[in-house]
């Protein structure tokens, strides 16, 4: 069963993904802060990260900085989600991929399909 984590604050978008991940049938890990996220990370070992960036929010980039410069986590694929474009050109450089919210099913099904063909170290 492949793990998808959402490091996301809008508990909308996160029921959203709870629907989506349900119906892909994966398991979702949803820490609760960003601050758990890094750790929850390289304890859990998602198949996939979705991350939220708004514009200026230095949590959000911090942890992916973090995410991208740490061993345990260098090789997950992570996505940027954010309902700002001007957000996602911000990150874009340091992830795989970006989606624009709100996500479509058949867009999340492309990147967890897509995460789950990647070799990965053990």
Do not use: N, W
């Not at 996220?37 to 980039?61: M, N």
């Amino acid at each position: 069963m492949p793990k998808v984590m959402l490091i996301e604050s809008d508990p909308e978008f996160l029921y959203l993904i709870q629907r989506y991940a349900r119906a892909s049938g994966c398991q979702l890990i949803h820490p609760a802060s960003t601050h758990q996220a890094i750790r929850a990370a390289e304890t859990e070992r998602p198949d996939l990260v979705l991350l939220d960036i708004t514009p200026g929010a230095r949590d959000s980039r911090a942890v992916l900085a973090s995410l991208k410069a740490g061993r345990a986590t260098s090789h997950i694929p992570l996505y940027l989600c954010s309902a700002s474009e001007a957000a996602l050109r911000e990150g874009e450089h340091q992830a795989e991929g970006c989606l624009l919210k709100p996500v479509m099913y058949e867009d999340f099904l492309a990147i967890l399909t897509k995460a789950s063909t990647q070799v990965r170290p053990p």
